[in-house]
């Protein structure tokens, strides 16, 4: 079955510096993964998405994510970030042997300092 | 702006009464989700649909319902709420299974 991690439950960063929102999976077929965002009482908003091809995706409001297949890891990150980018963060999987549902990890809170 | 809608936003709902919320969506997206989000627990599936008028256990099914008698909408009914049901609600939908899925902006269920 597939699962998803996110091992840290916050990150904190100060405005301008770059982040990294950590998220590791385990399918036993070919993963498709996905991130998103929750800002305070909103629903989920896709950002970006891995299915096959460039390991590197790039998404909306400057974020981008690697596709890491040997170390089953697909970090969500971002040069420079804003307080605006504070939010919840959710990674995402879908392993191609198990239909179509998608398998969610806990989330992440990132603070973005000013 | 297209996308899908959720009502009630929130509600305050006493035990073993009976509630329904709604959710429709614009985008003639053939599948379509409920999820509950818990603090701690992220996101759970609930039941799901691939196409109208089919429908699918997901991974906490117990004490509720769906029914999916078109393309657009997609009720979750909650036969008789218990506290444990108190959560926020995400209805979803994605062109097709497997694709990528669009959120509802939630409603919010108390039981008290």
């Known amino acids: 079955a597939q699962s998803v991690a996110q091992p840290e439950d916050q990150v904190n960063v100060a405005e301008g510096n770059p982040l990294t929102v950590k998220c590791t999976y385990s399918v036993s077929g070919n993963p498709y993964l996905f991130w998103y965002v929750q800002y305070p009482n909103r629903g989920l908003q896709f950002l970006l998405k891995y299915i096959t091809g460039d390991n590197l995706v790039k998404g909306s409001y400057g974020f981008e994510a690697e596709f890491n297949k040997s170390q089953t890891s697909f970090h969500l990150k971002k040069p420079s970030a804003l307080v605006s980018d504070s939010a919840l963060y959710f990674c995402?999987?879908?392993?191609?042997?198990?239909?179509?549902?998608?398998?969610f990890g806990p989330g992440t809170r990132l603070s973005v300092l000013p | 702006i297209a996308g899908i809608t959720q009502a009630p936003t929130s509600q305050i709902l006493a035990a073993g009464r009976r509630m329904t919320l709604r959710c429709t969506q614009d985008?003639?997206?053939?599948?379509m989700y409920w999820y509950r989000q818990d603090l701690g627990l992220g996101l759970r599936l609930i039941h799901y649909s691939n196409t109208a008028g089919t429908t699918g256990k997901g991974e906490v099914p117990d004490g509720y319902s769906v029914s999916r008698a078109n393309t657009d909408d997609f009720p979750l009914t909650l036969a008789s709420a218990v506290p444990s049901q108190t959560s926020v609600y995400f209805c979803?939908?994605?062109?097709?299974?497997?694709?990528?899925?669009?959120f509802g902006e939630g409603s919010w269920l108390t039981v008290v």
């Open positions: 985008m003639r997206h053939n599948a």
């Open positions: 995402a999987v879908r392993d191609d042997n198990y239909g179509q549902n998608f398998v």
């Open positions: 979803a939908s994605s062109v097709g299974p497997g694709n990528t899925i669009y």
